[in-house]
């Protein structure tokens, strides 16, 4: 392995190693050295902007980050020459930021350019400060740019172009006085931005920063612009030197301390899982700010991750139980509202027996939550009926996974996809349903060559750069993928060796595949078989493979068959327990993993064990001591039915807007209206609530701890940011004062103990404990008792008795036939700037900004044939419902095919008034993705629904990086090593 | 069977009762503090303190205003500019040399005196004679040092009259 050949040089003649590749800085850092950097960040590696670094290597000057070691090498940082370069350099630094620190809402300790300029010392500057002739840009809702405090040091472009790589950024190095741009030099919020908030959390200064720091962070930041101004003149103007502004700017720094709280929290928006610090001040979030020990994200987030927590001040949020009383919900204390769901829970189980109760739990809550849900559902209320939200979602993936491989989680880790020679992403958005795993891909595809193969019906983000994007028709893709797996071992470029020691069933397995010719495909599909051979082809070049999948993929009737398909055709070309290989269903929820993991399912107990294997249920009776139940459990799909065949008489929601996400949502309410009970646990009134006759009030992730599990399995702890909003609660807390109403005598006093309960009965968790997963630790499962995790999974084979994968023949189940009225497809999905059906992310202003409604996405085919531009207002009727839509025209969608993002809780808008009750045949995740409809013009033409402030309606500006070579080639451009020896010279 | 309803009768809030209860918790929490506090306040009250702070208080954003008015008249920075000027002067005198320079000029001080009570007038020749006694001739050598000094400082460009206005970027 090339990362333990070492190297060995000299320091200011002490000597010290490096790793192969590292460059000095890159040592010096590693070696716990300080020296002076601002433009090199370790997640965007060197710049070489900003010349603070150089040092002297064998009589010439370079920059440390970006020399690499070489063995012998001598490294002066201490000459005279390399002294003068580094202080010419912060000079001209300092000719372009003006440093009023201690009236900056940057001054927080964390000021890369404060702490450069403090520690060369710089008592005074050669080049007087100057304004550049821009104005500030305050257009974007979230962020600011102040061109006269920029230093050009183009980490905020790197980060855009390489690491987010939406390529909005550039510097514009032709200008007399350069300056940052977005897109072609357009007001930030008229660009192709997405708002990650990449730039800002890299700023080394305070040009890039959060609207919401502003006037708030520091003590005397909030003073009015002209006296602030004057206060600023009148400090320049005494200050002799920087170091008595310096001595005072620290005080200052360090009082703020005193009053801004900084919390590593775990963001709730999607299923990567990224981490972060949140800067509070009171109630008041100041900034979330991303740190590298985050083990997933590292400095990355997205929009809502970033910028969307506004939310949890909402005055919309639910600060006390509601109990319906005749015609409306009255506000409640807790013992009434509690005493009242214990009563009716007990009347109904004792009317209609223990089956006649049902509980769904929540995505959005904690590990520890989840635990208490099925363990009320079973210990408690003695039932089995009890499920998650990955019923709606992911529920195939895992069926295909444990089928084949055996554990139902993501094979690998982020770093798989990052470092894979080839991904193919099937159904789905990562752009804009999992961001920062998007930026991964496409950072190695642009940095590094990676292949992307992209499957979809729907010309998304990836699909728009990918170098194959396939548009089979829709629900085809287990024909597409059987056909592709059939040609690669007709060609015999399976790999062998891997199937005869790691997999089963490899000759049925084969047979079964014998139907999926390329003829039958193409017909199917209507993919030419050309580029069915030239997936294969790419599959068979690539030295690792990783397929990602999602909602395309698993909301159909064939679900459960098409993973499993995927599954077959990694384990036959071996790309699997490989790193850089594997499967990525990737989860949609913050805890979709963990909702599954912690056995809130009909058939699993915590850990995937099964509720009917008796030595299962015996474990969990001893440990909690008392009786199991062992009557088959419904899940939500078979709940609904059941609450219309008048068997389930009372459900429990905790945290779930099912009246607007479950499929078909007419015959879901329905259900609701003739329930004797319904209970719904949540941070809003959602729709569901409407419904319910107690809605108990919740606190979200920032006002409690515990635990949640991400998409690579990773299990990483949140910190309490808030106290809960008035008398909301933690669902923990709730949960356990309404099963002690039910005689259970739960004395968890935190979550911690309810995480150590868990640790010591699910096999899978065993050696998670709270303490192994402080700060920003995490573990991936399974987690040995020992601690040790398992990023990789099937490094020593597959959880199965012979330890070997198994090939399981997958079924081709036709989509949904509709009546041939029904002459358009609709599909649906996510986008980026908000969350599922919204109750979050609409009461976020900025978010709502950007984009207000949904909207219908029109072919520009079909909108000719119809009649109709961007604007126009259609009736879109199905079957099962009828909506009023706003149309946007697009070439993202083709032909007949139209797409609807399902984020709103707009009844004459949301996507499942018109979807249908089919599902998966295993799983029953709803068909949502099998939906045709009709459609009637009502205004051909209007307005459209998309602001100007949306980032699809501009066109980004890409750049291979911040191109700092036309930085040196300017005009009287002299290099800090020149002018150093100038002044050396005197 | 619920139909759904979107009416929340919410409970009056006793905002008058709810910030009591703050009050009592935060006075049950730190009693000791309350009551030193108390005692500070009364102190303040009697040396007529708190109508001064309040006052500034309550108008801090026009006392601001006057405050930096005054503070940025040219004369106001100069003056604090030489302030902090004289103070780094002193700052980086060596102390040793400046007693040892303080020892001097007392004792040249009580020479004078007693010369200035003797009221003698000095001749061509006196001061000639002068020139050669030792004592004289370090204090002169030490003024001529001086001057040298003084001299090379002031051919050194100031920090404020930099003509290099330096690269754009």
């Not at chain 1, 400060?129 to 472009?157: A, N, T, W």
């Not at chain 1, 069915?532 to 690792?544: F, G, P």
């Not at chain 1, 998966?920 to 307005?943: F, S, W």
Request: aromatic fraction near 6%; charge should be negative; proline fraction near 6%.
């Amino acid at each position: 392995m090339s990362v333990d050949v070492k190297r060995t040089f000299t320091l200011d003649g002490s000597p010290l190693t490096a790793t192969e590749g590292q460059t000095i800085l890159q040592a010096m850092l590693a070696a716990g050295l300080d020296f002076p950097h601002i433009c090199y960040h370790p997640a965007l590696g060197p710049i070489q902007t900003c010349d603070t670094c150089m040092v002297e290597v064998d009589g010439d000057l370079v920059r440390a980050c970006a020399t690499p070691v070489a063995d012998g090498m001598s490294v002066r940082t201490k000459s005279v020459a390399a002294r003068y370069a580094r202080k010419e350099a912060m000079d001209r630094i300092l000719k372009n930021h003006d440093l009023y620190c201690t009236v900056c809402d940057n001054n927080n300790g964390n000021c890369v350019v404060h702490n450069t300029t403090m520690a060369m010392d710089i008592d005074h500057q050669s080049y007087p400060f100057r304004e550049k002739p821009y104005e500030v840009d305050m257009s974007h809702p979230f962020y600011r740019y102040d061109p006269s405090q920029c230093i050009l040091c183009g980490r905020c472009v790197e980060a855009c172009q390489n690491l987010q790589v939406s390529e909005v950024l550039s510097i514009d190095w032709d200008r007399e006085i350069p300056r940052v741009i977005w897109d072609n030099d357009v007001p930030i919020n008229e660009s192709s931005c997405v708002s990650c908030g990449h730039c800002v959390t890299v700023c080394p200064c305070n040009a890039l920063m959060e609207k919401s720091m502003l006037g708030k962070a520091g003590f005397l930041t909030g003073i009015e612009p002209e006296p602030l101004q004057r206060m600023i003149d009148v400090t320049k103007a005494v200050e002799p030197g920087y170091r008595a502004i310096f001595a005072i700017s620290e005080v200052e720094s360090h009082m703020r301390n005193a009053r801004i709280k900084r919390t590593k929290t775990v963001c709730t928006y999607c299923g990567v899982g990224c981490s972060f610090d949140i800067w509070t001040k009171d109630r008041d979030i100041l900034k979330v700010e991303p740190q590298m020990e985050a083990p997933t994200n590292q400095i990355s987030t997205c929009v809502k991750g970033k910028f969307g927590w506004d939310f949890v001040n909402s005055p919309e949020r639910l600060t006390k139980p509601l109990l319906r009383k005749g015609d409306a919900f009255h506000e409640v204390s807790w013992d009434e509202a509690l005493d009242f769901v214990a009563k009716r829970l007990t009347e109904i189980r004792q009317q209609y027996g223990d089956d006649a109760v049902a509980l769904i739990s929540s995505s959005k809550c904690t590990n520890e939550e989840n635990y208490l849900v099925q363990k009320l559902a079973r210990a408690v209320l003695h039932t089995n009926n009890v499920d998650n939200c990955s019923r709606y979602c992911q529920s195939p993936a895992t069926e295909g996974l444990r089928r084949t491989m055996g554990y139902g989680g993501d094979t690998g880790s982020l770093h798989d996809l990052a470092i894979a020679d080839l991904l193919i992403i099937v159904g789905a958005n990562p752009a804009e349903s999992h961001p920062v795993f998007s930026t991964r891909m496409r950072r190695a595809k642009k940095k590094y060559g990676q292949k992307h193969i992209v499957i979809d019906l729907r010309e998304h983000d990836l699909a728009h750069r990918a170098d194959l994007f396939v548009r089979p028709n829709p629900g085809t893709d287990l024909v597409l993928i059987s056909a592709v797996t059939k040609y690669i071992i007709d060609q015999g470029w399976h790999d062998d060796e891997f199937v005869r020691q790691h997999v089963d069933g490899f000759d049925a397995f084969v047979r079964s595949l014998e139907p999926y010719t390329l003829e039958y495909a193409e017909r199917v599909t209507g993919v030419p078989r050309d580029t069915l051979v030239q997936i294969a082809t790419m599959i068979h070049e690539a030295k690792s493979t990783c397929i990602c999948w999602a909602m395309g993929v698993t909301q159909h009737k064939g679900g459960s068959e098409t993973s499993t398909a995927i599954c077959n055709l990694l384990l036959v070309t071996g790309n699997v327990g490989r790193p850089g290989t594997g499967a990525y269903p990737l989860r949609g929820h913050n805890n979709v993993q963990g909702a599954g993991d912690m056995g809130c399912s009909p058939v699993y107990m915590p850990g995937y064990e099964r509720v009917d294997d008796p030595a299962v249920r015996a474990k969990y009776e001893t440990a909690w001591g008392v009786e199991l139940p062992t009557s088959k459990g419904l899940d939500n799909h078979e709940m609904v039915d059941a609450i219309h065949e008048g068997k389930l008489r009372a459900l429990i929601i905790q945290g779930e807007e099912m009246a607007l996400v479950d499929s078909n949502s007419h015959y879901v309410r329905e259900a609701f209206a003739k329930l004797d009970l319904l209970v719904v646990i949540d941070v809003f009134f959602s729709k569901t609530a409407e419904y319910a006759d107690v809605v108990l009030a919740a606190s979200p992730s920032l006002e409690k701890e515990g635990t949640f599990t991400n998409t690579e399995r990773r299990i990483q702890r949140l910190y309490q940011v808030f106290e809960p909003l008035g008398d909301s609660r933690p669902d923990w807390i709730i949960l356990r004062d309404l099963a002690n109403r039910l005689g259970a005598n739960w004395t968890y006093t935190h979550p911690s103990e309810i995480l150590e309960e868990i640790a010591s009965l699910a096999v899978l968790m065993q050696g998670v404990r709270w303490d192994r997963l402080e700060g920003y630790r995490s573990l991936q499962w399974p987690v040995h008792p020992d601690g040790t995790d398992t990023p990789l999974l099937y490094t020593n084979g597959f959880p199965f008795p012979n330890g070997k994968a198994r090939l399981v023949p997958a079924k081709w189940i036709e989509p949904t036939a509709f009546a041939p009225e029904y002459d358009l497809h609709l599909n649906n999905g996510r986008m980026l700037e908000h969350f599922h059906e919204g109750n979050l992310t609409y009461r976020v202003h900025g978010l709502k900004e950007k984009v207000p409604t949904t909207y219908l996405e029109v072919s520009p085919e079909l909108a000719k044939e119809r009649g109709i531009e961007t604007g126009a207002l259609v009736r879109i009727i199905s079957p099962y419902g009828e909506l009023k839509l706003p149309v946007v025209v697009t070439d993202r969608v083709k032909g007949k095919q139209m797409y609807l993002p399902m984020n709103t809780s707009n009844d004459e808008e949301a996507i499942n008034i018109l979807t249908s009750s089919e599902s998966d045949e295993t799983t029953h995740t709803p068909a949502y993705k099998e939906l045709q409809v009709r459609m009637e013009v009502i205004r051909p033409c209007g307005e459209s629904p998309m602001t100007r402030f949306n980032y699809r309606m501009h066109k980004p500006n890409p750049q291979p990086g911040v191109r700092v070579e036309r930085k040196w080639s300017r005009r009287g451009y002299v290099p800090v090593t020149e002018a150093a020896k100038e002044k050396a010279r005197g | 069977m619920a139909q759904p309803i979107q009416q929340i009768e919410r409970a009056p809030r006793d905002e008058r009762r709810e910030a009591q209860a703050r009050v009592e918790e935060a006075v049950v929490r730190s009693a000791d503090g309350i009551v030193d506090g108390l005692g500070l306040l009364q102190a303040c009250e009697e040396k007529g303190l708190i109508p001064i702070v309040r006052a500034l208080v309550e108008q801090g954003d026009a006392v601001l205003r006057v405050v930096v008015e005054a503070v940025s008249r040219k004369g106001v920075t100069d003056g604090l500019k030489n302030l902090i000027g004289i103070a780094q002067f002193l700052s980086v005198v060596p102390p040793e040399d400046m007693e040892r320079i303080f020892h001097a000029v007392a004792r040249g001080l009580e020479r004078a005196t007693e010369q200035s009570e003797a009221n003698e007038r000095m001749g061509v020749y006196d001061v000639l004679k002068a020139l050669r006694d030792p004592d004289v001739g370090r204090s002169l050598a030490m003024l001529f040092a001086f001057l040298k000094g003084m001299g090379s400082g002031l051919a050194e460009p100031g920090e404020s009259a930099h003509k290099d206005r330096g690269p754009e970027v």
